[in-house]
T-cell receptor, first 110, second 113 residues
Framework: SQQGEEDPQALSIQEGENATMNCSYK?????LQWYRQNSGRGLVHLIL?????REKHSGRLRVTLDTSKKSSSLLITASRAADTASYFC??????????FGKGTKLTVNP | EAEVAQSPRYKITEKSQAVAFWCDPI?????LYWYRQILGQGPELLVQ????????DSQLPKDRFSAERLKGVDSTLKIQPAELGDSAMYLC???????????FGPGTRLTVL
């Protein structure tokens, strides 16, 4: 299956803390992507990491990829209430099709 | 960044009625996707277009769902007749050429009563 599985399913933290979400997959990939979805809205692309990369940064986001373990993690540092959203990982292997898991629901309490 | 417009944003209908959703990739892009997202789940691909041609509709319930993209720009997704289980968010996304990411519209929230 090309579906990524996010862990945990839900995460609640205080503003200022770091949030870590994990994603596991089962197939070989060309790239892995993280998306964010605010409640009732469309998805927003956050970051893409290619299979030959191990770590990537974008602002307060840090993504790691371990192809040997078929896993990725998304770290959000110094979280803010506005980071409250669902986060999805997905990836591309042989086709451009994206398959989404259930996501991690992050709540950042002020 | 690519923009995708969708309308309506919200739709309430009764079961057995017909509904239609519209998607306009404002920047104009060759690849267009329709997804369905049930509450608490991730988006599920319904159909993928390359220009006006359907590339993948393997998950589209073809007995009641239809999608078209006649001029290879904007697209319409139709459900007839709607069933209670069709209540979901319907998302349109585009994939600019040479870019691996997808850009999503705000979605249409459908409620079937």
């Amino acid at each position: 299956s090309q579906q990524g599985e996010e862990d945990p399913q839900a995460l609640s933290i205080q503003e200022g803390e770091n949030a870590t979400m994990n994603c596991s997959y089962k197939t070989s990939i060309n790239n892995l992507q993280w998306y964010r979805q605010n409640s009732g809205r469309g998805l927003v692309h956050l970051i893409l990491i290619r299979s030959n990369e191990r770590e990537k940064h974008s602002g307060r986001l840090r993504v790691t990829l371990d192809t040997s373990k078929k896993s990725s993690s998304l770290l959000i540092t110094a979280s803010r209430a506005a980071d409250t959203a669902s986060y999805f990982c997905t990836f591309q292997g042989g086709s451009e099709k994206l398959v989404f898991g259930k996501g991690t629901k992050l709540t950042v309490n002020p | 960044e690519a923009e995708v417009a969708q309308s309506p944003r919200y739709k309430i209908t009764e079961k057995s009625q017909a509904v239609a959703f519209w998607c306009d990739p404002i920047s104009g892009h060759a690849t267009l996707y329709w997804y369905r997202q049930i509450l608490g789940q991730g988006p599920e691909l319904l159909v993928q277009f390359q220009d006006e041609s359907v590339v993948d509709d393997s998950q589209l319930p073809k007995d009641r769902f239809s999608a078209e993209r006649l001029k290879g720009v904007d697209s319409t997704l139709k459900i007839q007749p709607a069933e209670l289980g069709d209540s979901a968010m319907y998302l349109c996304a585009i994939n600019p050429e040479g870019v691996d990411t997808q850009y999503f519209g705000p979605g249409t929230r459908l409620t079937v009563l």
